[in-house]
């Protein structure tokens, strides 16, 4: 896995962010992109587990600013299908679980979805569809999206960087302040009435 580099993100969810995105769309051309992807949510946990590009992805929190409401998260893993019971006990860990116990050394996707998440309570799988459209501005990563829970449908703007101070005027600039900072684990359990 490359580099990891922490990176401070806030975001907004909402079906009317129509004056943020006037104020984004004001430095020019979109990068477009499309993606699928699953999340799953676990009652115990509010780390960002999601499979996308056929990877089962981990991403974390390491620190929130009370001042500021901004969150660091960093990736914790990118792991490989089918995917080794060592991996798994990262999954776990971050879903928050006890891991069961594994009758074999590797499950494959299907095994994985089907037996190991499908079954379990404390675990829910949300197919999520992205339509990304990407900017930099000022440094700052800067995206506008349309996204789909499941068929639940609304919109998302996030501005993230490796320094808080760069997100937190970057935020400022483009007159996003009036809207609530959630992350996408929050917005989806809000959603499907998760605890979080």
């Given at each position: 896995m490359e580099k990891i580099i922490p990176r401070w993100e806030w975001r907004t969810f909402g079906d009317d962010l129509s004056k943020g995105e006037k104020n984004i769309k004001e430095y020019g051309n979109a990068r477009h992109r499309e993606?699928?992807?699953?999340?799953?949510?676990?009652?115990?946990?509010?780390?960002?587990?999601?499979?996308?590009?056929?990877?089962?992805?981990?991403?974390?929190?390491i620190r929130i600013s009370e001042k500021t409401g901004l969150e660091q998260w960093t990736v914790l893993a990118k792991s490989a299908f089918p995917i080794h019971i060592n991996d798994l006990a990262l999954v776990y860990k971050a879903f928050g679980l006890q891991m069961p116990y594994l009758d074999k050394d590797e499950y494959s996707y299907e095994e994985y979805i089907e037996d190991l998440?499908?079954?379990?309570?404390?675990?829910k799988m949300i197919n999520v569809n992205k339509n990304r459209h990407g900017y930099l501005i000022d440094d700052?990563?800067?995206?506008?999206?349309?996204?789909?829970?499941?068929?639940?449908?609304?919109?998302?703007?996030a501005v993230e960087h490796e320094n808080m101070e760069v997100v937190l005027k970057t935020v400022k600039k483009l007159g996003l302040t009036e809207y609530e900072n959630v992350n996408?684990?929050?917005a989806m359990k809000r959603t499907f009435g998760f605890k979080y």
């Open positions: 993606s699928k992807e699953i999340y799953i949510l676990s009652k115990n946990s509010n780390d960002n587990t999601k499979i996308r590009d056929e990877l089962m992805d981990i991403k974390s929190p998440i499908g079954k379990n309570p404390d675990l700052a990563i800067v995206e506008i999206a349309e996204v789909k829970f499941n068929e639940f449908e609304t919109k998302t703007i996408y684990i929050k």
